[in-house]
C-alpha cells in the first residue's frame, strides 16, 4: 500500500498543529480532549472476506476498518486514521461480549495475534466472549507507517554500531552516540508520525472501538507485557469504562512513563540460574546435566565463554559462509531464551555445542528463537519514548540510570536493561498527548494482575505496585519462570483467568499458582504412552487440561521471542 497520501497528509497537519496548544497538551492528565467529538466511525461494518489478513477466510472471523481521529489534541483537524480490526465470534452462549487484545511489543500486531491464534484465546477466556484484536496505530497493514530509514539498504548502511553496553569499557559510549543518530534519523524520516503512536491516544482508540461495538460501552481486556502498560493506561484515564481487565507480564506504570526505569530486570538473575538448576533437576531430560558437577558450575562456564567472548570472537563456517561468534549475539540468544522456558532445552543442546567448539551448532540450535539479523523498525522507541519523560544531553546525564541497572542484574542489567534508557534518553519527539495524571484509581470493576515469580523482564513486584494504585484490584502470582504466566503453563492459573472473564470472580489476595509443566522435556500430552526427543515421558493429563495447557503454550509461543 502506498504511503505518501498519507505521509503528506500527516505532514501537513503538524504544519496546522505546531502551535503553543499542542505542546501545552503533551503532559496532560485530561481524560476528554478530543474524545466526544464527531470525527471518525461510530459504528464496525464487519465483514466475513478477510483472506487477505488471514489468507483464507476462517469460520467465525470478521475484519473492519474502522476510522478514529488521527490526532486527539486537535479538535479541529478533522484528519481521521483507519485502523483494522478483526473478531472471532464467541463459540459458546450466552456471548458475554468482546474481549480486546493486545499482544505487547509495544507495537505488536493485534490483528495478526488474534487470527493466528483464535482458537487458543477461546479457550482460554472459555468461549463466551469474541475475541477482538486490532493495530495499535500500526501493524502489519501498516496502519500509520513509521520506519526510520526509507529501505532496507539504506538501514544496513547508516544504522551506526550498537554493542552490548557491559561487552567493553567503550561501549557505553558508542550506545549513546549510536542512539543519537538513529533518533536523528527517526527524526528527520518519519514526518511527525511518532508523536502520534503514544499509548494515551491507543486508550482513546480503545474507548472508540469498544463503543462502536454496541455492548455495553465497558472494557474487556487481556494485556499481556506492554499490554499491561495499555490496560494500566485506558484503567487510570476511563476507570468508569472498565468491566474485565487481566494484565499479564506488568511493567511499573510509574518508572515507564518516568523513564527512569530499574526495576524491570530484577527478577532476570533468579530467571538466569533457572537455565542452569532446571537442567541438573531434569537429569537425563538435559544433554548437559552430567557433564557438571551441579547448576553453579555448569552456570559459571558459560559465563567464562561468554567472558572469552568479549576479547576472542569466535570466526565459524556455517551454510551462510564465514561467521563470527560475539559476545553480543550470544549473550542476546540466551536473553531471549530466558522469555520462554520451551526453549531451554534447544539452549542446552547449545551449550554443549558451545563447549565443544562448534559455533554453528550453538546457533543451529538457537534459531528457534534467535536471528542475529533481525531489523528493528524501531516503532517500539518511538511509542515508549514518546510516552517517556527523561532525557540526557550527554552520557554523563545517564550514569546513575546506567549504573542502577547495572545493579539489578549482574546478567542484564547494563547489556539489556540499558536499553530504553539509550534510545529514550536522545529521542527527538515526544507523544502529542502524554497521561500524567494518578494510578490511585477506584475502577468501575477490580482488575486482575498477573505476575511470575521469575519473569525476566517484567517482575511480579511490578504486578504488585501497580496494583496498589488500583483499588480492589488483585495480584495472582503464577510460580513460574519466562515472561508472562503462559510461558510455563498452569491450570491453576489459566483457569483463575477463565473464571474471571466469565463470572468476574477474583482470586484470594495472596493466591499462588504453580505450574503444571516441569523445566526442560515435557509434552503436552493426553496420551500416556511414549516419548519426546529427549527422552523423558510425557505428561499425561485430561483432555480438557490438555487442551487448556496446550493453548496457554501455543499463546506463549506466538507471542514470546
Known sequence: MKSFPLLLAVAALVAVCASGFAASLADVGARNLCIDC??????????????????????????????????YTEPECLTTLALTLVKIDAVK????GSILFNPGGPGESG???????????????????????????????KTLPFSCYSSDSLRKALSPFS????????????????????????LNNTQGIGGLLGTAFVARDMVRIIDALGEDGLLRYYGVSWGTLLGATFAAMFPERVDKVVLDGNINVHE???????????????AYAGVFSGCVAAGNGCVLASNFADAEEMQMAVDQFLAMLKYNPVPY?????????????????????????????????????????????????????????????????????????????ALFELEPLLTALSESSKFGGL???????????????????IYSGSFQIKTKNQILLVGNTYDPVTPLAS?????????????????????????????????????????????????????????????????????NGTGRSIFSRQEEDVALLAAVANLADAILP
Not at 511 to 526: A, F, H, Q, V, W
Open 38 to 71: 464527531h470525527v471518525g466511525d461510530s459504528w464496525i461494518n464487519w465483514t466475513s472476506e478477510c483472506s487477505e489478513l488471514a489468507g483464507e477466510n476462517m469460520a467465525g472471523l470478521s475484519c473492519a476498518k474502522f476510522d478514529v481521529p488521527l490526532d
Open 93 to 96: 452462549e450466552p456471548v458475554k
Open 111 to 141: 490483528v495478526h495475534a488474534v487470527i493466528s491464534q483464535a482458537q487458543s484465546l477461546m479457550t482460554l477466556t472459555g468461549g463466551y466472549h469474541n475475541i477482538i484484536g486490532f493495530d495499535p496505530r500500526r501493524g502489519v497493514n
Open 163 to 186: 554493542p552490548l553496553a557491559n561487552s567493553s569499557d567503550a561501549a557505553t559510549g558508542q550506545r549513546f552516540a549510536a542512539s543519537e543518530i538513529t533518533a536523528m534519523h527517526c
Open 256 to 270: 515507564y512513563y518516568s523513564g527512569w526505569e530499574t526495576e524491570s530486570f530484577i527478577n532476570m538473575d533468579d
Open 317 to 393: 563456517s556455517s551454510e551462510q559462509g564465514f561467521q563470527m561468534a560475539t559476545y553480543d549475539k550470544v549473550k542476546t540468544a540466551i536473553l531471549l531464551a530466558l522469555y520462554n522456558p520451551s526453549h531451554w532445552p534447544w539452549l542446552a543442546q547449545g551449550f554443549a555445542e558451545m563447549f565443544s567448539g562448534n559455533l554453528a551448532g550453538f546457533f543451529d540450535a538457537v534459531s528457534h528463537w534467535y536471528d542475529p539479523d533481525d531489523n528493528d523498525d524501531h516503532v517500539g522507541a518511538a511509542i515508549t519514548c514518546g510516552d517517556q519523560a527523561f532525557r540526557a544531553r
Open 415 to 433: 547489556d539489556f536493561g540499558t536499553d530504553n534508557a539509550f534510545a529514550c534518553s536522545t529521542w527527538k519527539e515526544k507523544a502529542k498527548e
Open 463 to 531: 504486578a504488585r505496585n501497580t496494583s496498589a494504585g488500583f483499588d480492589g484490584s488483585v495480584v495472582l502470582q503464577h510460580n513460574g519462570y519466562g515472561h508472562t504466566s503462559g510461558a510455563q503453563p498452569s491450570l491453576c492459573t489459566a483457569n483463575t483467568i477463565r473464571a474471571y472473564f466469565n463470572e468476574g470472580i477474583l482470586p484470594a489476595p495472596g493466591t499462588i499458582c504453580e505450574p503444571d509443566l516441569p523445566l526442560y522435556g515435557y509434552k503436552i500430552s493426553s496420551d500416556a504412552s511414549g516419548g
